[in-house]
C-alpha cells in the first residue's frame, strides 16, 4: 500500500505544477503571457518530461535492488557460545532460525589457531622458560630467539601447510624457517607482544597479524546454510601471487564465496594490485560490500576502496554497521529504531549486526540477541524487502551499472540555464531577444562542458542552479498571484483556503526543480554515494538569498526607481553610514545564530546538536507517515508561508512580507535539498515533500487562527500608540 501510495504521489506531484496552471483560471496565470519568454517556458517543460523519465528509470532501478542480507561475524557467534557455555553448532543453528543469513570471516591468527587447538604455538621467551609444550622440546638452542614465535601441528597438518604459506607470503622467506622435521616446527622472526583490541593504530606482532582465511572454518560455515562474505587483510607489497593466494584458499576450500569486503587500514591488494583483485572478484561474480562512514556519508576511510568499487565496475552493495563503542553505550531499542530505517532511507543492502554482549530485561544473552535479530528481521520484511544475497543497483538482469546516455542530459541543461536566465530577466528587466541570446550562450556552453570527459563538475553545478533557482521562480509565481488582491477585507477562512492550494503550488512547482536535480546525477556512482552532491549548504541559503534579491527588485524596498544605478549606489550608501547602535548589535547577533544554527543543521558534521524533544517528534513522525518530513519545511518554512499569505492579503507593509516570505522559501529550498541525498529512492523524497505538506499545513492554519484572534488587539495598541 505504502508503495502504490508512493507512486501515486509521484506521478501527482510530478505533472502538477503545469497542470494547475492550465486549469487554474485564465485571468490568474495570464501574467505568463507578458512576464515569461514563452520558448523559455517550452524549453522548460521539455526538459521537465526527459527529467520524468529519468527519474522513472532510476525508481525502476530502486525497485529491483528489494534484497537485504542479514550478516554477522562469525567469530562473534563463537564469542557468544563461549560466553553462554553452549555448543558452537547449536548458536550458528539458532541465529540462522532468528534470520542471519550470512557470516563474515576474517583472516586467522597464530593466537586464535592455538586457542581453538588447530595449531600448537610458543614464543621465544616461553622457550626459554621452559615454559612450552613437551613438543616445543626439539627445537635447537641456538634457533631460540626472544622475538619469535613457534609452530607446530596439532589436529591437521594441512592447516599447518596453509599457515606457513601464508607466513611465507607475507613475511618473506628468510623471515620462516623450519628448525625441526620431526616433529615439524617452524620459526617466524617478530615480535610476539600482544597489542590491546582498542589499539587500532598500532603495528600488530606475529601472534596477531592476518594468515589468510581460514578454510575449515569457511566450511563449517557453509555445511551449516550461511553466505560468506570473506574480509582477508592487505599484504605488505601485494603482489599478483599473493592474491591468487586469497581466491586459492577460497577454491581449496570447495564452497561458494559471493560478498568480498575490504578490512582494515587498506584494502587488499592496496595500492598496486587494485585492477587485478578487481579482475580476480569479477571472474568469481563477487560483490563488493562497501562500509558506510560513521557520519552516515559515503564510504569508511579504507584505502583502496573506492577504486576496487570502479575495478569490479560498481557492482557494490552498502553496509551499514553501528560502531562498537557507540553499541555499549545505547540501548537495544535505540539499536532496533536505527535499523528500522537504514535500508529503507540510505539504500543499505548488507546489515552488518553486531551481537550485544550485555543481557536486556533479565533475559540471557543468547535470547537477547536471537531476539534482537529476530525485530530487526522483522522491520527488513515489514518494509517490502527480501533476505538473501545483498541487492544492487543494475540496469540489466544479470548485471549491468547504470550510466545514462549524456546526450539525455542537454535538455535537462538547457531547462536548467533557461530558469537561470528568466531568473535574471526578473531581476535585470531583460528584453525578450536578449534573454534567448543569453540563454543560447549559456545553454551550449553548458551542453558543451557536459561532454568533457564525466562533465562531474558541470553537472554539480547543474543540480545547484536546479536546487536554487526553481524556488525561487516559485515564490515569484505566488507574488504575482498576491499583487492581484486589492483589499485587506480577507476572512480567516479565506486566507487559510488560498494558503492551501498556494502552498500546494509553490511546493509543486519547486519540485519541478527537484525533479532536475535528480535526474541529472541519476548514476550508479551517485546512487552509492561513491559522488555526493557538493552544494547542500548552499542549497540552504542560495534560495533565501535569491528571494531577497528579487522582493527587494521587485517591490523597490530601496526605493530606487527605473533601476538607477547612481540612485541605487546613494541609498546603499545611506545604509552604510548608518550610526550603529546597541538594537542594531542585537539584532545581528540575533541573525548570526539562527544562520549558524539554519547552516549548521544540515549535512552531518555540523556539530549543532538534535534536541531531545525534537528526537521524540522524528521518532514519532517516522512511525505514523511513509517518510517523515524535514522539520525545516513543516515547522519553519509551511507556517511561515501562510503567515506571508496573511500578511499579503491583509496589506501587511512590504517589510513585514520581505522577512515572512524569506522565512517561506527556506521551505521551498529544503525540500528540493532532500534529493541531494541521492542514496535516499526518488519516491521516498518525492513522498516526504508530501508529508511535509501535510504537517505543514497544521501548524500554519494555526498560525493564521492565533494571529486572527490578536489582530484586534494589535489594531487596538496601534491607535493608541498614535494618539
Not at 25 to 50: A, D, H, T
Not at 481 to 510: P, R
Not at 580 to 588: E, Q
Amino acid at each position: 500500500i505504502h508503495k502504490s501510495l508512493a507512486i501515486y504521489a509521484f506521478a501527482q506531484q510530478s505533472f502538477v505544477p503545469f497542470a494547475l496552471c492550465i486549469t487554474y483560471n485564465q485571468e490568474r496565470c495570464s501574467f505568463m503571457k507578458s512576464r515569461y519568454n514563452p520558448i523559455l517556458l517550452v524549453v522548460i517543460l521539455i526538459g521537465f518530461v526527459v527529467a520524468l523519465m529519468l527519474n522513472v528509470t532510476r525508481h525502476e532501478i530502486e525497485q529491483k535492488n528489494n534484497t537485504v542480507e542479514m550478516a554477522m561475524e562469525y567469530e562473534n557467534l563463537l564469542r557468544l557460545a563461549s560466553l553462554e557455555g553452549i555448543p558452537e553448532e547449536k548458536v550458528l543453528k539458532e541465529f540462522k532460525a532468528a534470520g542471519i543469513n550470512s557470516l563474515m570471516i576474517f583472516d586467522t591468527t597464530l593466537r586464535r589457531l592455538n586457542f581453538k587447538g588447530d595449531l600448537m604455538v610458543a614464543t621465544g621467551e616461553e622457550l626459554r622458560d621452559k615454559k612450552a609444550g613437551a613438543v616445543f622440546a626439539n627445537v635447537p638452542a641456538d634457533k631460540i630467539d626472544k622475538d619469535a614465535a613457534f609452530i607446530s601441528p596439532a589436529k591437521d597438518e594441512a592447516i599447518y601447510n596453509d599457515v606457513v604459506e601464508d607466513l611465507k607470503l607475507r613475511y618473506g622467506q628468510e623471515r620462516v624457517e623450519e628448525v625441526c622435521a620431526s616433529p615439524r616446527i617452524t620459526r617466524v622472526l617478530g615480535s610476539t607482544a600482544i597489542i590491546p583490541d582498542d589499539k587500532y593504530d598500532e603495528p600488530l606482532g606475529v601472534l596477531q597479524a592476518p594468515l589468510g582465511l581460514p578454510i575449515q572454518d569457511m566450511k563449517k560455515v557453509s555445511s551449516m546454510g550461511f553466505n560468506i562474505i570473506v574480509r582477508p587483510q592487505n599484504y605488505i607489497n601485494p603482489t599478483k601471487e599473493k592474491i591468487d593466494a586469497v581466491f586459492a584458499r577460497i577454491e581449496k576450500s570447495g564452497v561458494k564465496v559471493h560478498a568480498f569486503m575490504p578490512c582494515g587500514k587498506e584494502s587488499l591488494g592496496y595500492p598496486s594490485q587494485i585492477d587485478y583483485l578487481g579482475k580476480k572478484l569479477n571472474e568469481k561474480k563477487m560483490t563488493v560490500v562497501g562500509l558506510e562512514h560513521y557520519t552516515q556519508l559515503q564510504f569508511a576511510k579504507i584505502d583502496g576502496s573506492i577504486p576496487l568499487m570502479e575495478a569490479v565496475n560498481y557492482k557494490v552493495a552498502r553496509s551499514y554497521v553501528i560502531d562498537g563503542l557507540e553499541q555499549k553505550k545505547i540501548p537495544v531499542a535505540t539499536a532496533l529504531h536505527r535499523w528500522a530505517l537504514t535500508d529503507e532511507e540510505r539504500n543499505i543492502r548488507v546489515n552488518y549486526i553486531r551481537p550485544f554482549y550485555m543481557p536486556v530485561d533479565g533475559k540471557p544473552l543468547m535470547e537477547t540477541n536471537l531476539q534482537y535479530v529476530r525485530d530487526i528481521v522483522k522491520n527488513v520484511k515489514a518494509r517490502g524487502y527480501e533476505i538473501g544475497e545483498a541487492g544492487v543497483f543494475s540496469s540489466a538482469e544479470d548485471y549491468a551499472p547504470y550510466f545514462p546516455a549524456k546526450i539525455k542530459f542537454i535538455p535537462l541543461a538547457l531547462a536548467i540555464v533557461a530558469g537561470g536566465v528568466l531568473y535574471l530577466s526578473l531581476i535585470l528587466n531583460l528584453s525578450k531577444k536578449v534573454e534567448i541570446g543569453l540563454w543560447a550562450v549559456l545553454g551550449l556552453g553548458a551542453c558543451a562542458l557536459l561532454m568533457l570527459g564525466r562533465g562531474l563538475f558541470t553537472r554539480q553545478l547543474l543540480a545547484l542552479g536546479a536546487a536554487s533557482i526553481f524556488p525561487v521562480l516559485s515564490m515569484n509565481f505566488i507574488f504575482d498571484i498576491w499583487d492581484k488582491n486589492k483589499t485587506s477585507d480577507n476572512s480567516c477562512i479565506k486566507i487559510i483556503f488560498n494558503g492551501l492550494w498556494q502552498l500546494a503550488l509553490a511546493i509543486a512547482l519547486s519540485l519541478v526543480g527537484a525533479a532536475f536535480l535528480s535526474g541529472i546525477l541519476t548514476d550508479s556512482r551517485f546512487l552509492l554515494e561513491i559522488d555526493i552532491y557538493r552544494g547542500v549548504k548552499l542549497t540552504f541559503m542560495l534560495p533565501v538569498i535569491l528571494t531577497a534579491i528579487l522582493f527587494v527588485k521587485r517591490y523597490d524596498l530601496l526605493e530606487v526607481k527605473d533601476g538607477n544605478l547612481g540612485l541605487l549606489a546613494s541609498r546603499l550608501n545611506n545604509v552604510l553610514d548608518t550610526r550603529l547602535t546597541y538594537k542594531h548589535v542585537a539584532a545581528l547577533l540575533v541573525f548570526l545564530i539562527i544562520a549558524f544554527y539554519f547552516v549548521g543543521r544540515s549535512g552531518h558534521t555540523g556539530g549543532v546538536p538534535v534536541p531531545a524533544i525534537e528526537l521524540k517528534m522524528r521518532a514519532f513522525l517516522e512511525q505514523v507517515m511513509y517518510a517523515r518530513p524535514r522539520e525545516k519545511e513543516f515547522m519553519v518554512g509551511h507556517p511561515m508561508f501562510f503567515m506571508a499569505v496573511m500578511a499579503a492579503y491583509k496589506c501587511a507593509p512590504k517589510l513585514l512580507q520581505f522577512v515572512l516570505v524569506c522565512a517561506a522559501v527556506i521551505g521551498q529550498g529544503s525540500l528540493v535539498q532532500t534529493f541531494c541525498h541521492m542514496r535516499t529512492p526518488v519516491i521516498m523524497s518525492f513522498v516526504r515533500a508530501l508529508d511535509g505538506y501535510v504537517v505543514g499545513i497544521i501548524f500554519g492554519i494555526v498560525g493564521v487562527i492565533v494571529m486572527s484572534m490578536f489582530l484586534p488587539l494589535i489594531g487596538k495598541l496601534k491607535r493608541r500608540y498614535l494618539d
